[in-house]
């Protein structure tokens, strides 16, 4: 047995804005993902979305204001609500969401990824 090296994983993906599920816990992923620039706005109907910081710094916008996140900081958008991540430089998070989520809610578009796991 061996635990997951999170350095690792995320040293085997260069892509922005793409996922890769690293573990399942009961029905949710353990995502990594490496951002940078602005992604879609969207929201989730059904589920919230954790993100955590592991380097880097990361601003979620919503329609009333912002959250910006640094390195071994959380934090959750509820259910429904419309947000935005944006990175300024390359950003590192790791998300904890129910396996089926879309990453790009109910947005879709280009930025859209199939679950893929490492």
Known sequence: MRGIDIAEKLAQFDEHWS????????????????VEGEFVR??????????????G????????GEVTL???????VPRGVYHQPVSAGETS???FEPSGTVNTGDSGGELNAER???
Not at 57 to 64: A, K, M, N, Q, V
């Open 42 to 55: 969207h929201q989730h109907d059904d589920t919230d979305e954790l993100f955590l910081v592991i380097d």
């Open 116 to 118: 893929a796991r490492i």
């Open 19 to 34: 996922p890769k599920t690293v573990a399942t816990v009961n029905d949710y992923d353990v995502r990594l993902v490496k």
């Open 93 to 95: 998070v790791l998300l």
């Open 57 to 64: 710094e990361l601003t979620i916008r919503f329609d009333d």
């Open 70 to 76: 640094g390195p071994g900081e959380l934090y959750v």
